[in-house]
């Protein structure tokens, strides 16, 4: 098993770009989840979801769109990047309230 | 604000010796958890603990539990330098969502 993976690992963008951040998990979980870490600090919850085609909000979902198509992608759309978006991004997914399994992260510049 | 707050922020301590982490939350919740930070890297979950438990062992780890407090604690015995890492806890609620909300995180630096 891959567990969580996550595309690109790192992306610069210009203030105002839009992009996907990817996250798949080929483990079969009905929760994942999208989490910031700003320098220093713990994760913040920006979006997450309970199955396919159910998605909530986080504490921070502010400039951020999810979609849940399938359980295995939970793709996250910056709509139009500003620097308070630079960040480093993880996805995470678990099959219940359990133990959750990140991936690598990717890290975002916003210039 | 975050649900969870660990305390202390950083700690250094020498190798062989233990580290004590705590972490104190606002609301009830159906469990807490533990996760490891490694420099750069995603997180790792080290050990769950639910709300009708006190106490838990894994390895070397030990984690307690006091809903009535609210707190939380984790221990590390024998350290080693390898133990080196960000430690966080995170809650999950008692509500019907699956959302797990973290704290600030303790920087462990165990010296050789």
């Known amino acids: 098993n891959a567990g969580v993976t996550q595309t690109p690992k790192f992306q610069v963008l210009k203030t105002g770009q839009s992009m996907t951040l990817q996250c798949a998990q080929d483990?079969?979980?009905?929760?994942m989840s999208w989490y910031r870490q700003d320098p220093g600090m713990g994760l913040r919850l920006i979006h997450y979801s309970v199955g396919a085609g159910i998605t909530d909000q986080g504490e921070v979902p502010n400039g951020y769109n999810v979609s849940r198509s399938t359980t295995e992608d939970f793709p996250l759309r910056l709509l139009s990047a500003a620097p308070s978006q630079t960040s480093v991004y993880f996805c995470?997914?678990?099959?219940?309230?359990?133990?959750?399994?990140f991936g690598p992260g990717t890290r975002l510049t916003v210039t | 604000s975050q649900q969870g707050e660990e305390d202390p922020q950083a700690l250094s301590i020498q190798e062989g010796e233990n580290a004590t982490m705590n972490c104190s939350y606002k609301t009830s919740i159906n469990n807490l958890q533990w996760y490891r930070q490694n420099s750069g890297r995603g997180l790792v979950h080290l050990i769950l603990?639910?709300?009708?438990?006190r106490e838990k062992h894994s390895g070397r780890l030990r984690v307690t539990l006091d809903t009535s407090k609210k707190s939380s604690s984790l221990l590390i015995t024998a350290s080693r330098a390898a133990d080196t890492a960000s430690y966080f806890c995170a809650t999950v609620l008692m509500d019907s969502s699956y959302k797990l909300i973290f704290g600030s995180g303790t920087r462990l630096l165990v010296r050789p």
């Open positions: 483990m079969n979980h009905e929760y």
């Open positions: 995470a997914s678990s099959r219940d309230r359990g133990a959750q399994y």
């Open positions: 603990i639910r709300s009708n438990e």
